[in-house]
């Protein structure tokens, strides 16, 4: 009698101790705002059944006419023809569709790439607001944003390469003066461009 109830008690502290099991926190949980496996901007990688975008067209632009040696390591912008050039330090071409600026907001020039931002958050700026006051100050990481899964920033930083959360408009004069991408070619952009790699726009 006396060893059943010491078996007893022994059982009932070990659930008691299981209970009170305390685990470190896990910095991943809602690391971007709880959205999961079937959010095209999920950290994680989509389901086979998911497809991101429209179906990939090669752009319509002749990749001949830059030169490879003085565009090496440089991204070119070609506005008129909605496509973005980026030659690899080896002379590699990889040849993007992409959305321009709208007419009265396009730029023309050279310049570089300040920083990148992965998942990044999009702050409209105070003329945004203004003139669409129901814009909030930040947009989170998420199928909501914008700037899509990736962002490059150019200049001082207001310039951006970036995804976006309308693939539709690809091939358009379409955004405020910025370069939107495909999801897929973003992301193969970003893995190979680096701060301080040059971009000009042209025309």
């Given amino acids: ?10 059982l009932f502290l ?26 095209p901007y999920s950290p994680y990688p989509p389901p086979d059944y998911y497809d991101p975008a429209p179906r990939y067209q090669e752009p319509p632009y002749d990749r001949s006419a830059l030169s490879t040696r003085s565009t090496r390591g440089t ?5 008129r023809e909605h496509t973005l050039i ?3 330090g080896n002379g590699e071409q990889f040849a993007y569709p ?43 990481p998420g199928p909501a944003n914008p700037l899509g899964t990736r962002a490059i920033y150019l200049a001082d930083g207001l310039l951006r390469i970036h995804g976006t959360n309308d693939p539709s408009s690809i091939g358009t004069n379409a955004s405020s003066g910025c370069f939107r991408m495909y999801r897929q070619d973003v992301e193969e952009l970003y893995e190979m461009v680096q701060p301080g790699t040059r971009v000009i726009v042209q025309r």
Avoid: C
Avoid at 1 to 10: F, G, I, K
Avoid at 16 to 29: E, F, I, K, L, T
Avoid at 75 to 79: C, D, K, L, M
Avoid at 125 to 132: D, F, L, P, V, Y
């Fill in 1 to 10: 009698m006396r060893l059943l109830v010491l078996l007893a008690t022994a």
């Fill in 14 to 39: 070990t659930a008691v101790h299981a209970q009170a099991q305390v685990y470190a926190p896990y910095d991943g949980y809602d690391e971007f705002d709880g959205y999961g496996y079937d959010d």
């Fill in 75 to 79: 991204i070119v912008i070609a506005t």
């Fill in 86 to 88: 980026y030659t690899t």
């Fill in 98 to 140: 992409i959305a321009v600026g709208r007419e009265g907001k396009q730029w023309y020039g050279t310049t570089r790439v300040v920083s990148k931002r992965l998942h990044p958050e999009w702050r409209p700026t105070a003329s945004m607001r203004q003139k669409n006051p129901r814009l909030p100050e930040v947009v989170r």
